[in-house]
């Protein structure tokens, strides 16, 4: 086996509906946006990751931006095949070598995903020279990267907000109790916030702007003890045609975000009642932990330790959580062997 160890890689991949993360030796050498930029004429793409992220709203009508996976799943099997292999030729170890090694990978998946959807993205990955191919749930994955021991009988319950969906799961010996899987997570929160500034203020603004406006300003209640400064909004105004630009406050964006965060806070309630009694008393000890890009969002886990009387922990570097942890179980796939699906 010795000279082929040599000729095979092994990375982890966290394939996110906003970012995909792969790391490789234990370091993050891909962080980039789930997005592609493809020639419309002859179906070629043009860009991926970050240089397609700039051209999203901003394309003519030879080029289309599209983000191959939707709601943590792939929607788009050619371009995120394409996005896949264009960021593994970017990882630099891999650049200097002369032909392309074969890999093992371990990939996280959401939790909800069907039998047909984790197909796919195995089928994805082996079309890119991967040999061995495992796959682990997103909040198996965030638990691991959080530093929870996950093989031990004692429950944790983490809560990952995502780009495309909120992973809700209690976890115990190594595998997933109970979980629930909803579609509400960053995307629907930048939404949100197109469709409030539409309404109340007659501005017509681009998901960039939206997302923007959620990283500098985004709240989750209205009451923050550091609040951030108001924010000039630039966009079309829908009543003139003329561009125009109002000033928005955390507050407003709060009232915006607020029915979307109330069915996040509902869906960690069902799972806690479906916790069983011994678990339950795990979590009470341990409290839970958010992880996810959606985590980030201010306020969001004091409004959640209101809910549910629990305490609730960030993880530190929630973005990176999920491929942590999906790194440590390509370290030690002996280990965590039962975690993973094949």
């Keep these: ?143 691991i990267g959080i530093g929870v021991d996950i093989m031990q009988p004692k429950g944790n319950m983490i809560v990952d907000i995502g780009g495309g969906t909120t992973e809700i799961a209690v976890i115990a010996l190594g595998g997933i109790v109970c979980d629930k899987s909803v579609k509400i997570a960053g995307d629907v929160f930048t939404n949100d916030i197109i469709y409030f500034m539409r309404t109340q203020h007659n501005l017509f603004i681009g998901e960039r702007t939206a997302e923007k406006i959620k990283i500098q300003i985004g709240s989750a209640t209205e009451d923050l003890e550091t609040a951030p400064e108001d924010m000039s909004v630039q966009g079309r105004d829908l009543l003139t045609g003329k561009p125009k630009q109002v000033e928005i406050s955390f507050r407003e964006i709060a009232k915006a975000l607020d029915k979307s965060i109330l069915r996040i806070e509902d869906a960690v309630m069902e799972t806690l009642s479906q916790t069983p009694p011994e678990l339950a008393a795990d979590v009470y000890n341990t409290g839970i932990y958010l992880a996810g890009g959606g985590s980030m969002l201010r306020g969001l886990d004091k409004r959640l330790s209101q809910k549910t009387d629990l305490p609730v922990y960030i993880a530190e570097d929630p973005l990176r959580a999920i491929v942590r942890g999906t790194g440590i179980t390509l370290k030690d796939l002996e280990r965590y062997k039962a975690v993973l699906l094949k």
Excluded: W
């Excluded at 946006?33 to 397609?52: C, N, Y």
């Excluded at 998946?109 to 991967?130: C, Y």
């Design 1 to 143: 086996m010795g000279f082929f160890d040599f000729l095979t890689e092994d990375i982890a991949i966290d394939l996110g509906t906003a970012n995909t993360l792969i790391i490789h030796n234990d370091k993050v050498v891909v962080d980039s946006p789930s997005i592609v930029a493809r020639d419309r004429l002859t179906g070629k793409i043009i860009a991926v990751g970050k240089e397609a992220a700039m051209m999203q709203g901003k394309t003519h009508e030879n080029i289309k931006t599209v983000r191959p996976l939707k709601d943590g799943v792939i929607a788009d099997f050619d371009a995120s095949e394409q996005m896949i292999s264009m960021f593994i030729k970017e990882i630099p170890a891999l650049k200097k070598r002369l032909f392309t090694p074969s890999l093992r990978m371990v990939i996280c998946i959401p939790s909800g995903i069907t039998e047909v959807e984790m197909r796919a993205v195995k089928d994805s990955a082996e079309r890119v020279n991967g040999k061995e191919v495992y796959l682990i749930h997103e909040p198996m994955a965030a638990a």
